[in-house]
């Protein structure tokens, strides 16, 4: 024999008593043992999908018309007041009807905001790549001109040089859209870090790891996911 509960309080204290929940089996057997074919009972349940987001909206049949429940202490009160009587299959129809409608505007609006949210944090993991990128690439020239000036025409010496160079310069311009205009004050920045830097380091950010590890930055891949 199983015993099952609504409230968290006993499954919490007696391990040997269940949540109650609509997904367990015999739960269902019993509750669908209380219904008789042709039956209308007050309470109507509509669930509509929408892109990734599902929702779901109930309506209690009164006596004063259809009321949306919005949580279990209110279905709790409705039921109490309820006399048992069924209601009629027209109320049923339209109440039916004003419940899908609920649940697919819900879910469209909810769908929608789901939609933002996903296009805002995509657009951050670009921005947030596209930063590193920029840094990094601004610390490479900076590291052959040894100063954080006249980055540009760095840029430009060393696309006419070695291919190793050249092609890495040039996938990062392609990820940054082709230009890359440092301030002021980046550039002031940039001089006093490479100023800074011991020569062994400098030497070693020649050869473009810190680089190569921005170009491979996972968050790129925002660029191609899709919402679902």
Request: charged share 25%; glycine share 6%.
């Amino acid at each position: 024999m199983k015993i099952c509960s609504s409230s968290w309080v006993p499954a919490n204290s007696n391990p040997q008593i269940l949540p109650l929940t609509p997904f367990d089996p015999e739960v269902r057997t019993l509750a669908d043992s209380f219904a008789k074919v042709g039956e209308l009972l007050p309470l109507l349940l509509y669930a509509h999908q929408e892109g990734s987001s599902r929702t779901a909206a109930a309506l209690w049949l009164g006596q004063n018309g259809p009321v949306e429940v919005m949580n279990f202490r209110q279905l709790q009160v409705l039921l109490a007041d309820w006399d048992g009587a069924p209601p009629e299959a027209r109320q049923v129809q339209d109440a039916m009807a004003l419940a899908r409608s609920a649940a697919e505007q819900r879910a469209k609006d909810r769908n929608q905001q789901w939609q933002c949210r996903y296009a805002t944090a995509l657009a951050r993991q670009l921005s947030s790549a596209k930063l590193r990128l920029q840094r990094e690439l601004g610390r490479y020239l900076a590291s052959w001109a040894l100063s954080g000036n006249n980055l540009q025409g760095v840029l430009e010496q060393l696309l006419q040089l070695e291919r190793g160079s050249s092609d890495r310069i040039r996938r990062c311009l392609e990820r940054l859209g082709g230009r890359v205009p440092w301030s002021v004050d980046q550039s002031r920045d940039l001089d006093i870090w490479v100023r800074s830097l011991p020569e062994a380091k400098r030497q070693a950010r020649l050869l473009g790891s810190e680089l190569d590890a921005a170009l491979r930055d996972p968050r790129w891949a925002a660029q191609l996911v899709p919402f679902r």
